[in-house]
């Protein structure tokens, strides 16, 4: 199969505007590519596709793909790259319609920006079915011409990095356990000589007095496990690393205060926050980024047995701070406030943590965009610029001392694990809660929640959980490293 992309007609003839693989395809074939799309109505609309067979023999089927306007650019409301989302959802839309047409192999017209097709492809046939008979059939997605083959491979690579997260997200909760998803993690990153993994036992845990994220852990039968990933990639090793630092919940069943039945089973991507840093830093690696990079994930269930946190139960954090737990959902935060104490050993640029942290932000944003909240401009802007590139979009949320004061009034600790006024602002008291446990001068927290799955709203992922924001971390780890080489 073929995939050629067309862009909107700028004048009102509407003859067809190829690119230039488009093109070089249409004087192949003598020019019937364009008459056949001519006579086969209005022009083709962004993200709509018209298929041809027979018309060469390579390719018996063609699928052309409409791309929108041709110079589509940054989109200042939108907040994103209008051209490079165009590309990946067109070329995703093609590569479904090549595989329904059950043909093996595609390959895709790199429509001006082979990283974005590449992106489109491969994120765009992705499917967990690993526990189903009848599978789709499998379907080879390689770049048309040879003339951007290194930004294609990268957007393969960038494209990968997402759909393991989607993977680990969307795999049974009995299939991904804390000791499997640090197994999966450390196997995938075997063959990189300047990785370390270590998977750390609940002694080791309990030895680094870590025992926000225990109490949460002794609800469930599974062992947790603290994955620790070092990644040096700098030319120097002792450069400060980036910490990364994800939340590992890989079943939530809201504890004691436990969570309504419909929906439950799309808890087992609670630790979508371990799984898009984790998969992040296989990224980085593959990428050979030069920077230096820390992964940290407390892993554990958060089940409602006879040794559960029970509301009101005081904890006490790797920090020396007790903290209240009055509602044993918001476990996350637990894991997370020992998981941030350790990250500051490492002297770090910055410390960015990701977690499927609260239904507030949900609410909030919705699947549009990833909330923010930071205590440094400088790692905000980064973050934001990477956005734009990749279309997994964020967005920054406020980190007043207004949300610290309703966690940090509290009855019987120094801080209580929900806001004192309930569903208020609630992933706004979640990150202030967050902050108590922070002293590094660059952190930002990225509550992942509402981007957690995707129904229809990202056209080149189909329903499912989502794997974001990966890209974006992988984006940001990217510029990150081009900045200390200036």
């Known amino acids: 199969g073929l995939i050629l992309g067309v862009y909107s007609s700028e004048k009102d003839d509407g003859a067809a505007q190829f690119t230039s693989a488009g093109d070089a395809f249409d004087r192949l074939v003598s020019g019937k590519l364009r008459e056949l799309l001519s006579l086969c109505g209005p022009p083709l609309k962004k993200g709509k596709t018209r298929i041809f067979h027979g018309l060469h023999q390579d390719f018996p089927s063609v699928v052309v793909v409409g791309l929108g306007k041709k110079n589509a650019g940054v989109n200042d409301q939108e907040n994103w790259n209008e051209g490079k989302e165009n590309i990946r959802a067109a070329v995703a839309v093609g590569c479904r319609q090549i595989q329904d047409l059950e043909i093996p192999c595609v390959e895709v017209d790199p429509c001006g920006d082979a990283q974005s097709a590449a992106e489109g492809a491969v994120l765009g046939l992705h499917e967990y079915n690993e526990l189903k008979q009848k599978k789709k059939p499998i379907v080879t997605p390689q770049l048309h011409g040879s003339a951007e ?44 000589s300047n990785v370390k993994v270590h998977i750390r036992p609940e002694s080791w845990i309990t030895t680094e007095q870590m025992g926000a994220f225990l109490s949460v852990a002794k609800g469930s039968a599974e062992p947790p496990i603290f994955l620790e990933i070092h990644y040096s990639g700098a030319a120097n090793t002792n450069d400060s690393p980036l910490v990364f630092v994800g939340k590992g919940v890989t079943f939530d069943s809201g504890g004691i205060s436990l969570k309504p039945s419909s929906g439950m089973d799309t808890m087992r991507a609670d630790m979508g926050g371990a799984a898009t840093v984790c998969s992040a830093i296989v990224t980085a690696a593959a990428l050979n980024l030069p920077l230096n990079i820390i992964g940290l994930a407390p892993l554990c269930e958060n089940m409602p047995s006879g040794k ?57 944003l919705g699947s549009a965009a990833t909330g923010v ?114």
């Open 149 to 192: 083959s290194e930004a294609w491979k990268k957007g393969v690579i960038y494209a990968e990095g997402q759909n393991l997260a989607r993977y680990l997200m969307e795999a049974p909760a009995n299939y991904i356990t804390p000791v499997k998803f640090a197994e999966h993690i450390e196997q995938k990153l075997r063959s990189f």
């Open 308 to 364: 559960a946190n029970k509301p009101g139960d005081v904890v006490r954090a790797k920090n020396g701070k007790t903290i209240q737990v009055d509602n044993t959902d918001a476990e996350g935060r637990l894991l997370l406030a020992d998981a941030l104490c350790y990250a500051h050993n490492f002297n770090a640029r910055a410390i960015v943590n990701a977690a499927t942290l609260t239904g507030a932000m949900d609410v909030a």
């Open 373 to 486: 909240f930071t205590n440094s401009s400088w790692l905000w802007t980064h973050l934001y610029e990477a956005s734009i590139l990749t279309g997994d979009r964020v967005w920054r949320m406020p980190l007043f001392e207004h949300y610290t004061k309703q966690v940090t009034d509290c009855p019987l600790a120094d801080v209580s694990n929900i806001g004192k006024y309930s569903r208020a602002g609630g992933a706004c008291t979640a990150a202030a809660f967050l902050k108590e446990f922070v002293t590094a001068p660059h952190w930002a927290h990225l509550d992942i929640a509402g981007v957690m799955s995707n129904k229809d709203e990202v056209p080149y992922l189909r329903k499912g959980m989502a794997g974001r924001p990966t890209r974006t971390l992988v984006e940001f780890a990217s510029r990150l490293s081009q900045d200390s080489h200036k």
